[in-house]
């Protein structure tokens, strides 16, 4: 099996374990994050942590469960559901959103690129007005 499928794979399990330091470690120390569907843009580790723990914040419960994961050289594509309950408040671009305690169920696909066992850049594509339907956000 491809090492950097493994490697997201890896990213995954620890984000759904709290396990930031873990995740950090696996990004390199320029690491780019771009949430289209929030069109926001972090840069570097701490920003990745930032983002991290900004979903967690929101959905301390949330896990993620592999759909497909497909991998090409340095790149992997990954489709996966992401679950969890709405329990703190969500940063957005437009503010803050207040704790629903609705469930969500989230259909996501990233794209990373990886180089030496680190990711550079991850792409991160969502449906946030599913996001924000199922928080009674809109």
């Given at each position: 099996?491809?090492?950097?499928?493994?490697?997201?794979?890896?990213?995954?399990?620890?984000?759904?374990?709290?396990?930031?330091?873990?995740?950090?470690d696996l990004a390199a120390e320029?690491?780019?994050?771009?949430?289209?569907?929030f069109g926001m843009t972090f840069?570097?580790?701490?920003?990745?942590?930032?983002?991290?723990?900004?979903?967690?914040?929101a959905f301390p419960d949330m896990?993620?469960?592999?759909?497909?994961?497909?991998?090409?050289?340095?790149?992997?594509?990954?489709?996966?559901?992401?679950?969890?309950?709405?329990?703190?408040?969500?940063?957005?671009?437009?503010?803050?959103?207040?704790?629903?305690?609705?469930?969500?169920?989230?259909?996501?696909?990233?794209?990373?690129?990886?180089?030496?066992?680190?990711?550079?850049?991850?792409?991160?594509?969502?449906?946030?007005?599913?996001?924000?339907?199922?928080?009674?956000?809109?």
């Open positions: 099996m491809n090492q950097n499928k493994d490697l997201t794979k890896a990213v995954h399990t620890h984000f759904s374990k709290n396990q930031f330091d873990k995740c950090v320029n690491v780019q994050i771009v949430a289209y569907a840069n570097g580790r701490n920003e990745f942590r930032g983002f991290m723990q900004g979903f967690k914040q896990t993620i469960s592999h759909d497909n994961v497909l991998a090409d050289g340095n790149k992997v594509a990954v489709e996966f559901t992401a679950q969890g309950t709405h329990t703190g408040p969500l940063q957005t671009p437009a503010g803050e959103i207040p704790a629903s305690g609705n469930k969500v169920s989230l259909n996501v696909i990233e794209v990373y690129e990886w180089e030496n066992g680190r990711f550079t850049k991850m792409a991160n594509y969502q449906d946030s007005a599913s996001l924000m339907r199922q928080i009674g956000a809109m």
